[in-house]
Structures are given as structure tokens and as C-alpha cells.
């Protein structure tokens, strides 16, 4: 069965960084887009950025400029780098893989990140 399980997560001071880490099994990794969303309190989960099996990024339009995505397929581990992070990027970050028909199918359990001083 596919299982996509995250890591990383943690308490940070606003301005400062964290690395998430996904690992990916029971999927082709190498043929499947990977995505990041996040869902804090009381609002709806959104998509912070997203990976084709090429290498092509999709970021929201607040996180660019302060996240990357990127990923291995030697190890099936997509990351999202997360820097200059503020109050507002706290919340539960979750990993997806988008299945052959394109919907966002699999998600991870997620990790939380807070970012207070």
C-alpha cells in the first residue's frame, strides 16, 4: 500500500528554517507528481507547492521566494525547504502524491511546524 510519511516538523523562531522530508513507498515515486499543503487552525488546507516527476515547481504565491521543493527520486524523498518563515506559516504540513488520473490521491499523516518566539 502506498505510505507517505513525513518528518522535519518543529518549533522555530519567526525568520528562522526548517527542512520536511517525505518518504515515499508503494508508488512508482519517479512518475508521480509530489505536493506539500498545509491547514492551520480553523482555515481550510491549501497547497504550498508542487513537483512534477521532471522537476518543474509550482509554488503559492506566498510561500515563493521563501520555500523550495525539490526531490530525489534515488531515495523517494521529496523535501520542502522553508526559510524567512513567519507566524502565519504555522500549521500541520502534509506530503501528497497525485495518483495516474491526476487527483491529489495519497497523503501522509502530516507534521506539524510552529513558528512563535
Known amino acids: 500500500q502506498v505510505q507517505l510519511v513525513e518528518s522535519g516538523g518543529g518549533l522555530v523562531q519567526p525568520g528562522g528554517s526548517l527542512r520536511l522530508s517525505c518518504a515515499a513507498s508503494?508508488?512508482?515515486?519517479?512518475?508521480?507528481?509530489m505536493g506539500w499543503y498545509r491547514q492551520a487552525p480553523g482555515k481550510q488546507r491549501e497547497l504550498v507547492a508542487s513537483?512534477?516527476?521532471?522537476?518543474?515547481?509550482m509554488y503559492s504565491q506566498s510561500m515563493k521566494g521563501r520555500f523550495t521543493i525539490s526531490r530525489d527520486n534515488a531515495k523517494n524523498t521529496v523535501y520542502l525547504q522553508m526559510n524567512s518563515l513567519k507566524a502565519e506559516d504555522t500549521a500541520v504540513y502534509y506530503c501528497?502524491?497525485?495518483?495516474?488520473?491526476?487527483?491529489?490521491?495519497?497523503w501522509g499523516q502530516g507534521t506539524q511546524v510552529t513558528v512563535s518566539s
Open positions: 501528497s502524491a497525485r495518483s495516474i488520473s491526476g487527483n491529489w490521491a495519497y
Open positions: 508503494g508508488i512508482t515515486f519517479s512518475d508521480r507528481t
Open positions: 513537483i512534477t516527476p521532471g522537476g518543474s515547481t
